[in-house]
């Protein structure tokens, strides 16, 4: 069946990095666009940026320019998030999801990302 | 990039039918019809259940139906179920996406 399977939760410090994969089966990995949203406890999600895995074109919000990367590496048909300088604030649910159709079906588990000081 | 209005709570008995409301601007839901909804339960992902403003994904019942009105866009659970119970977001596509701040639906 189509699923999008992200990597594990992670704890970081303030001022890290940290990465987040996005593994793809099921369906042609560059077919489809693939959108990052993170979502804090509590509060409703948040758009980070978007990437086409057939060629590698990106788009982020602007509150992440200059922080966030995304990438792709269609032999393991997997996306990968990168955040840098990372803050209290980023502490949250990180979800990968799938795009058709301006919408977004088919959604990872979730990766819970904790920013300790 | 700010948020879309939503209505923090709402309430519906089992059978009877609620709607949620979701308040943009004319640069994003009222420029695009590009709305979706999307259900989520507590610790789960976010499931669609609405994109285009009124089409559903295959698999997500006729009782989950979507319009819009200018800036305001809705989504209308009609036939109350318990399992509705959750928290609701749409999202609008503008060249970027932005979602609402979320209703949670309670069925009582």
């Known amino acids: 069946q189509v699923q999008l399977v992200q990597s594990g939760a992670e704890v970081k410090k303030s001022g890290a990095s940290v990465t987040v994969s996005c593994k793809a089966s099921?369906?042609?990995?560059?077919?489809?666009?693939i959108t990052w949203v993170r979502q804090a406890t509590g509060q409703g999600p948040e758009w980070m940026g978007w990437m086409n895995p057939n060629n590698g074109n990106t788009a982020y919000a602007q509150k992440f320019q200059g922080r966030v990367t995304m990438t792709k590496n269609t032999s393991t048909n997997t996306a990968y998030m990168d955040l840098s300088d990372l803050r209290s604030d980023d502490t949250a649910t990180y979800y990968c999801a799938r795009v058709i159709n301006r919408g977004m079906d088919v959604w990872g588990q979730g990766t819970t990302v904790t920013v300790s000081s | 990039q700010s948020a879309l209005t939503q209505p923090r709570s709402v309430s519906g008995s089992p059978g009877q039918s609620v709607t949620i409301s979701c308040t943009g601007t004319s640069s994003d839901v009222g420029g695009y019809n590009y709305v979706s909804w999307y259900q989520q339960h507590p610790g789960k992902a976010p499931q669609l259940l609405i994109y285009?403003?009124?089409k559903r994904p295959s698999g997500v019942p006729d009782r989950f139906s979507g319009s819009k009105s200018g800036n305001t866009a809705s989504l209308t659970i009609s036939g109350l179920q318990v399992e509705d119970e959750a928290d609701y977001y749409c999202?609008?596509?503008?060249?970027?996406?932005?979602f609402g701040g979320g209703t949670q639906l309670t069925v009582l």
């Open positions: 099921g369906y042609i990995f560059i077919d489809f666009d």
């Open positions: 999202c609008s596509y503008a060249g970027f996406w932005v």
């Open positions: 285009d403003v009124t």
